[in-house]
């Protein structure tokens, strides 16, 4: 079993609606999680991070995390095309540092 | 901003060859990372530092090793490069926990 688990897609929905990603991890001691959006062909860029239960919103963005389920999930309100990209989920386990274990991505299309 | 530089976009290497690819950050950050990526395998760590000096393996290291001479500087080698090793090589840096941590511009290397 991987211990960060994405759908790798495609994930395709129309302008304005919500996307919804979603990632799990194998590792309990996991304590902090994090959405990165890579555009074709960039390098991978922060958008939001989650360590506690519950949703953490910023703009159009809301992770939500339950830690009981070893479940993280990214949505996207209002999807533009512009949010077209690859979304990462990568964790973070206790006592491992700045060490980062990322998932494979998920592919996001968002049609006009 | 931080900034984080890699010292090739694209580099064309032949098997056996030795291979240098430099990453350089301006922020002054303790921790640095090289990730290789893969289509369908996501970001995989290659080896970290915390410290000037110092180097831990990451999840793939056979094939490759590390330099990190000074600070702001560090440096992934590939001994004798592999058609295998291609790939897109991104460096990142961080400085505390992961939530800071940014990438570079990558390097696609491909080995013949």
């Known amino acids: 079993q991987k211990e960060v688990e994405q759908n790798s897609g495609p994930l395709s929905v129309p302008e304005g609606a919500i996307a919804s990603l979603n990632c799990t991890y194998s590792d309990r001691g996991s304590q902090s999680f994090f959405w990165y959006r890579q555009y074709s062909g960039k390098s991978p860029e922060l958008i939001m991070f989650i360590y506690s239960n519950g949703d953490k919103e910023d703009g159009r963005f809301t992770a939500q995390l339950n830690k009981a389920s070893q479940y993280v999930s990214l949505l996207i309100r209002d999807s533009q095309p512009s949010d077209s990209a690859t979304y990462l989920c990568a964790v973070n386990i206790r006592n491992q540092g700045g060490k980062l274990i990322f998932g494979q991505g998920t592919e996001l299309s968002v049609k006009p | 901003d931080v900034k984080v530089t890699q010292s090739s976009r694209y580099l064309v290497k032949r098997t056996g060859e030795k291979v240098f690819l430099e990453c350089v950050q301006d922020?002054?950050?303790?921790?640095m990372f090289w990730y290789r990526q893969d289509p369908g395998l996501g970001l995989r760590l290659i080896y970290f530092s915390y410290d000037v000096k110092m180097k831990e393996k990451g999840d793939i290291p056979e094939g490759y090793s590390v330099s990190r001479e000074k600070k702001e500087r560090f440096s992934l080698i590939l001994e004798s490069a592999s058609t295998n090793q291609t790939s897109m090589y991104l460096c990142a840096s961080s400085q505390g926990g992961p939530e800071t941590q940014y990438f570079g511009p990558g390097t696609r290397l491909l080995v013949l």
């Open positions: 922020m002054d950050h303790e921790n």
